[in-house]
């Protein structure tokens, strides 16, 4: 078959949602299929994916998206422009332009067409966000049925928090309903990462149910480094993101610390967010935070450390991402604080870590801040989280949904 993905972020890019759709589309590849890519860039280095993405095609467009709109304005004429953008411009349209691929509708269709043109389409997928993509997917469908279109929803849409859908006028929501909706019913399959997700669109479109599908987030086990001396762990680590809203929650941290100066505690941190708060000499130096360094080396220091410490806030509370797969497959324990939600149930159920909550702190955290933190090895399956696993029940289930 000739799978043709739409994905706005992709390699070499490190945005979040580039990797997912990377992955997936070697793991098609691999197993015999042709592969289309469509993503956004700026500046397209064909030797690259060439010795990268080996058999796959790639067609970058431009992104048609200034840096400076997403709020990161570096001169006055782009304060300027942002200002004139979301005050002047952005009343009189429909469109969320906080919303990155709202100019990319022209540009991502008209590449299809040549696409399809040359080399049939059998199956699309789009994924978004941005949103506006897997709309623009359900266009091209209603112009090709013959087309199995696959709309993969990597986060919440109109119910979500995220790409300024808190704060649309009336009519640019109703205008992401309508899109949401039509996305729905021009979809043969609707995809999303976690079970939470699936559970609350169910709930919204039971009409379209049948559609719906669990492709959960996968890790990839060759990128793993190959150790065979076992070695000392010690200490706690995090990598990736540290969000807003867990700020009152590290305080609470460190005031613990130092109510227990005997237990050892040390936790390294590794991320390319600005966090003022975690200075050098932040709860006596106990806490450190790094650079961001490549995932080979940060997943051979996970495996080095005796646990991994991560702190989430309220809103990320059933994100089970593949961060957290990868932790698994390295037996390192996970020691998660946040509110109830999927995140812990999945902690406590499959028996790699414990999940303490926020108001419980003091309580529960002084027992682990030695790094002696329960993990039941070989208890949960992580195996069957493997790109190639969830590529092979992908495509089993994209053939039970064309018949």
């Known amino acids: 078959m000739h799978f043709t993905i739409v994905s706005y972020t992709f390699p070499p890019s490190n945005e979040i949602g580039g990797r997912r759709w990377a992955k997936f589309s070697q793991q098609l590849a691999k197993k015999g299929h042709e592969v289309t890519v469509i993503c956004a860039s700026d500046a397209l280095n064909y030797q690259w994916y060439e010795r990268e993405f080996t058999g796959i095609e790639v067609r970058a467009l431009p992104k048609h998206y200034p840096v400076w709109l997403s709020g990161f304005t570096k001169s006055l004429l782009e304060k300027v422009l942002y200002n004139f953008y979301t005050r002047i411009l952005s009343p009189l349209t429909k469109q969320n332009l906080f919303d990155r691929g709202y100019a990319w509708k022209k540009s991502m269709l008209n590449e299809l067409e040549n696409i399809h043109l040359n080399k049939p389409i059998d199956v699309l997928v789009v994924t978004g966000a941005p949103f506006s993509l897997l709309y623009y997917g359900s266009i091209f469908k209603m112009r090709y049925k013959e087309i199995q279109y696959i709309s993969d929803l990597r986060d919440p849409w109109t119910w979500g928090s995220y790409y300024g859908m808190k704060t649309l006028s009336a009519s640019k929501k109703k205008f992401q309903e309508e899109s949401e909706y039509k996305t729905m ?7 999303f990462p976690t079970q939470h997700m699936g559970d609350f669109l169910k709930e919204k479109y039971p009409v379209f149910s049948s559609k719906l599908y669990l492709l959960p987030h996968a890790y990839d086990p060759d990128k793993f480094p190959n150790t065979t001396k076992e070695e000392m762990r010690e200490g706690f680590i995090y990598g990736g993101s540290l969000y807003p809203g867990i700020e009152d929650y590290i305080k609470k941290l460190a005031e613990v ?16 967010t600005n966090y003022p708060l975690l200075d050098s000499s932040f709860s006596n130096g106990c806490i450190r935070k790094h650079a961001f360094v490549p995932e080979e080396e940060l997943f051979l220091r996970i495996k080095k450390s005796a646990a991994y410490l991560a702190f989430f806030p309220v809103s990320d509370k059933d994100l089970i991402s593949t961060k957290f797969f990868e932790i698994i497959y390295t037996q390192t324990p996970i020691v998660y604080v946040g509110e109830e939600g999927d995140v812990g149930r999945f902690i406590r159920e499959n028996r790699v870590g414990v999940h303490i909550l ?8 002084p027992k682990y801040l030695n790094g002696n933190v329960p993990f039941e090895n070989g208890y949960f399956d992580v195996s069957q989280y493997t790109f190639s696993s969830v590529t092979e029940k992908f495509l089993v289930a994209l053939n039970d949904f064309r018949n």
Not at 257 to 272: A, H, L, Q, R
């Open 257 to 272: 610390v130092k109510k227990n100066p005997d237990s050892g505690f040390k936790w390294n941190i590794y991320t390319g």
């Open 185 to 191: 019913e021009c979809s043969d399959m609707v995809c």
């Open 358 to 365: 926020p108001e419980n702190m003091e309580r529960d955290l």
